[in-house]
C-alpha cells in the first residue's frame, strides 16, 4: 500500500463528442505525496481542469492507472467511490457552491449527512471548523450576508470538516480580490502545514510560486 495521496500512471481521458474522439489528457504521471503541496498550472484548455477531475474522483481515467490513498479507482464500484471521496477528499471551488438560503455552520455540516452523522454532532463539529478557519462570529450568517472571501472561507471549513488528508481547490482566488485572495492562500498554507496534503489548479503563476512544487500542463500533457 503506497503512503503517496495520489499516484497516476499513464493516464490518458478522451471525450466523444459527435462520433468524434477528443483526447483531453494525453498520458500524465505524476505523484502526489502525502503532505505536498503542488501547483498545476496551464492555460485554458490545457487539461488541468480534467485532471482535477480524475484526481478528485469524479471521473475515471480511459487507460492508465490513478491511485487515491492507495486504491485503484478503476476497481471500486461508483459506491466505493463515492465513500473514498466523502472520507479523504476536500473539493474547494472558485465558485464557492454554498447552498444560499443555510448557515455557514449547516453548510460546514452537509459532508457529514452523508455520513449519517447526528445533527448535533454536525453542528459541533461544523462550528468547530468554522473556527479554525477564523469565522467562529458568522456561524449562523447566511452566504448573502458574508464577503467573497468568507464565503471561500466557509467553503475551505466544509472540505475540510470530514478530516480529508487531501485538498483538492480549483482557482480558489479566481473571485477574489488580490488581498483577500492572499488570506486565503495563506490559510491554505496553514492547513497544509497541519499535513493535509493540497492540490491547487490555477493559471496565475503568482499564485503557482506559492506552492512547493508547479506542474506545468499544455495540450494535456505535462511539459514541465
Do not use: C, W
Not at 25 to 33: F, K, N, P, Y
Not at 62 to 84: F, H, I, K
Not at 204 to 217: K, L, N, T
Request: cysteine-free; proline content about 3%; hydrophobic content about 45%.
Amino acid at each position: 500500500m503506497t503512503s503517496a495521496a495520489i499516484v497516476a500512471t499513464d493516464v490518458t481521458r478522451t471525450y466523444q463528442l459527435d462520433g468524434f474522439a477528443v483526447p483531453a489528457l494525453r498520458g500524465v504521471s505524476l505523484t502526489v505525496e502525502a503532505g505536498d503541496y503542488v501547483a498545476v498550472v496551464g492555460t485554458s484548455g490545457s487539461g488541468k481542469s480534467t485532471l482535477m477531475h480524475l484526481l478528485g474522483g469524479l471521473d475515471r481515467p480511459t487507460s492508465g492507472t490513478l491511485l487515491l490513498g492507495g486504491r485503484d479507482v478503476a476497481a471500486l464500484t461508483p459506491n466505493e467511490l463515492a465513500e473514498l471521496r466523502n472520507s479523504t477528499i476536500g473539493f474547494v471551488f472558485q465558485s464557492f457552491h454554498l447552498l444560499t438560503r443555510t448557515t455557514a455552520q449547516d453548510n460546514v455540516g452537509l459532508p457529514l449527512v452523508y455520513r449519517g452523522i447526528g445533527r448535533r454532532e454536525r453542528r459541533a463539529r461544523a462550528a468547530a471548523m468554522l473556527e479554525r478557519v477564523g469565522l467562529a462570529h458568522r456561524i449562523t450568517h447566511r452566504p448573502n450576508q458574508l464577503s467573497g472571501g468568507e464565503q471561500q472561507r466557509v467553503a475551505i471549513a466544509r472540505a475540510l470538516v470530514t478530516g480529508p488528508s487531501l485538498l483538492l481547490a480549483d482557482e480558489p482566488t479566481g473571485n477574489l480580490d488580490s488581498a483577500t485572495g492572499q488570506s486565503i492562500l495563506a490559510l491554505l498554507e496553514s492547513l497544509n502545514a497541519d499535513g493535509v496534503a493540497v492540490v491547487l489548479v490555477t493559471h496565475d503563476r503568482e499564485v503557482a510560486a506559492r506552492a512547493r512544487r508547479q506542474i506545468v500542463m499544455r495540450d494535456g500533457l505535462i511539459v514541465g
